[in-house]
């Protein structure tokens, strides 16, 4: 047998994700489900089978009267401006603290540092 075949070193070591890929892996998720409504997003053949809704997230673990609150907002033409920023933060928070150490976020910070 030839040395010359013999692996050399970590090639078939797979890369542990780093700390920032994690942080960029929770940061996608979230992004996503504020945007679309719900893990996964939309791909070039629509949506896919949604593995986390947003809806019934926050159905679950928010107030319903903050939803009626936006909604009154929304017919009375009340400037809500800094409701909606207030809301969006609180609601970006949570999703992160849901999602971290998720399984979702460990694939994705897998194959984030897959690629580097």
Do not use: C
């Amino acid at each position: 047998m030839s040395y010359q075949n013999e692996a050399h070193g970590d090639e078939d070591t797979l890369a542990e994700p780093s700390k920032r890929d994690y942080e960029i892996a929770l940061e996608q998720v979230v992004e996503t489900v504020m945007l679309h409504g719900q893990w996964p997003g939309p791909n070039r053949g629509g949506l896919p089978r949604s593995q986390f809704d947003l809806y019934d997230f926050l159905n679950e673990n928010r107030d319903p009267s903050y939803f009626l609150e936006m909604y009154i907002a929304v017919l009375t033409g009340a400037d809500m401006f800094d409701r909606k920023q207030r809301e969006t933060k609180t609601v970006e928070t949570m999703l992160a603290d849901h999602f971290r150490n998720s399984e979702i976020v460990e694939a994705i910070a897998l194959d984030i540092s897959r690629d580097e």
